[in-house]
């Protein structure tokens, strides 16, 4: 299981996961940006699938929450 | 003590996401910690969705609370899955929190094809899955007709008698003012076997249902105070 990390977007902390390939050749990276109402998990879960389908062909990839959506904290 | 958060499935689970994040916080803000954990075949954990049943999320709760004295809170099915464990363990969980929980498993299943018709009509979908009658598509989850069926069979009316606790809590959220019908028998049952229980209502939108901006802290706030 994926435990989310968090890093800091102005004065917000936004939590996201990287998922990387196990050989750690990265051919290419991707950025999962959710919907309005979703979080870091897509609707239905498609990104977490997505992401590990991606990891094993070499894609890198960063799911994270907006701001005030899923772990994401909202300051401002 | 331990404080367990079992979230709801499907759709519910994306939309109460938010309340169980700001529960956590409100859980820091007090010294406490409530783990949040997603069951096999859901949100961060491995596995597919389509493998999960009614087993193998009461077995990932049990994993989870291991041996130890434990609290555990629940929203809509992810209650009654926090109840169904109170009816298997013994004297591990003290308290029971549950938030709405599903007491007639047949009407919940029913409710959920309601809201996948729905969607079906607005999108022009027609739920196919490859013709394997195995599964239903239900809110965009592959979902098998077995697990359906012993969520079908969910009723806490025929289960408290064996139930296992100290205390139980329900929070009722009802803009209407008024205790469900179902929780009042709930409670009465309940207080019949020697449980000590409390009902509350919360003036709150339905959640678990729609991704309301929103503060939450009226529920957050009490459910902290139950479990101090």
């Not at chain 1, 050989?23 to 109402?37: S, T």
């Not at chain 2, 555990?72 to 109170?86: D, E, K, P, S």
Request: neutral net charge; charged residues 25%.
């Amino acid at each position: 299981m994926s435990h989310p990390e968090f890093f800091n977007s102005g004065p917000n902390v936004l939590s996201y996961i990287c998922t990387i390939p196990n050989d750690n050749k990265i051919k290419a990276g991707l950025i999962f940006v959710h919907a309005a109402d979703g979080n870091r998990l897509g609707p239905h879960r498609m990104f977490v699938e997505l992401a590990d389908r991606l990891k094993n062909c070499g894609i890198a990839s960063f799911r994270f929450d907006m701001r005030g959506c899923g772990d994401s904290a909202s300051r401002k | 003590m331990r404080y367990v958060y079992c979230h709801p499935l499907f759709d519910e689970r994306k939309c109460s996401h938010r309340f169980s994040y700001q529960l956590s916080k409100a859980f820091e803000k007090n010294n406490l910690q409530l783990e949040r954990f997603d069951y096999q075949g859901t949100g961060e954990a491995e596995g597919k969705f389509c493998d999960v049943t009614m087993d193998s999320l009461q077995n990932d709760v049990k994993i989870k609370i291991a041996d130890s004295p434990a609290c555990l809170i629940g929203t809509r099915l992810g209650a009654t899955i926090a109840f169904n464990c109170c009816c298997q363990e013994k004297q591990v969980i003290k308290t029971l929190i549950l938030i709405e929980p599903v007491v007639n498993g047949k009407e919940y299943v029913e409710y959920l094809f309601r809201k996948q018709h729905l969607k079906d009509m607005i999108t022009g979908n027609h739920n196919d899955l490859s013709n394997d009658k195995s599964f239903c598509n239900l809110e965009g989850y592959k979902t098998s007709n077995a697990f359906l069926e012993q969520v079908r069979h969910i009723n806490i009316f025929e289960t408290h008698n064996r139930i296992n606790v100290e205390t139980v809590y329900i929070a009722c959220i009802s803009s209407s003012g008024k205790v469900y019908h179902e929780y009042d028998q709930l409670v009465n049952h309940l207080k019949k076997n020697g449980i000590q229980v409390n009902v509350e209502i919360f003036n709150l939108p339905i959640f678990w249902e729609r991704i309301p901006a929103m503060d939450y802290s009226v529920l957050t706030d009490k459910i902290v105070e139950w479990c101090k």
